[in-house]
């Protein structure tokens, strides 16, 4: 029997990039947790530079999925059917880092994602294809199973994005981040 994915994430609030780009977030995050979150590099090469560990991906699920829970990001729907959704716990030294969950095109995950166990980032540029990657919204997010796998309490900082490849959405990935980032990044919001 193929592992259930879990449900996605609770937002607890959620803001559209757009809205980020014309307000300031510089009293919403510190310099170094906007450039994680708001900026358009690889998480996963952020978390190796960071902690100078490899990256290393723990499958939870890759599984057909209706993308009709009220929790999905809004541009899921651009993708075309049937969807495949990934869910993956990324560790550096055992240590949970980072959740992530991501849709596909059951084709297109099935070209792209050759070695799962890798880090889409990895597998994606492997070919040295032409990727353009944009943020579409950044929130805070709760779920029990985050507790449970971050060893610490939420809420955690998330944000969105689309992989876009000649013109067309490739894949959307929701990334949840842990606060031991915090260890390296410092604290996530001023004042704290």
């Known amino acids: 029997m193929a592992p259930t994915a879990w449900a996605s994430p609770l937002p607890l609030w959620e803001i559209p990039f ?7 977030t510089s009293n919403l995050l510190t310099g170094p947790w906007r450039l994680l979150l708001l900026g358009d590099g690889s998480p996963t090469r952020h978390l190796e530079l960071l902690t ?3 990256v290393e991906v723990e499958l939870i699920a890759m ?3 209706a993308a009709d829970d009220a929790r999905v990001p809004a541009e899921v729907a651009a993708l075309d059917a049937p969807l ?3 869910q993956v716990w990324l560790r550096c030294d055992g240590l949970a880092l980072a ?3 991501s849709w596909w095109n059951r084709d297109e995950a099935q070209k792209s994602l050759r070695e799962r166990q890798l880090p889409i980032w990895r597998s994606l540029s492997a070919d ?3 990727l353009f990657r944009e943020v579409d919204g950044l929130a805070q997010v709760s779920a029990p199973w985050l507790d449970q796998g971050f060893g610490q309490p939420g809420p955690y900082w998330s944000r969105h994005y689309r992989f876009f490849r000649s013109g067309r959405p490739l894949t959307v990935i929701r ?3 842990s606060p031991s980032l915090e260890r390296w990044l410092g604290p996530s919001r001023l004042g704290c």
């Open 52 to 54: 100078g560990a490899a």
């Open 175 to 177: 990334e949840v981040f």
């Open 128 to 130: 040295r294809a032409e």
């Open 84 to 86: 495949l959704r990934r």
């Open 63 to 65: 599984a057909p999925d």
């Open 18 to 24: 757009a809205a980020l780009a014309d307000a300031s």
């Open 99 to 101: 959740w992530a969950e």
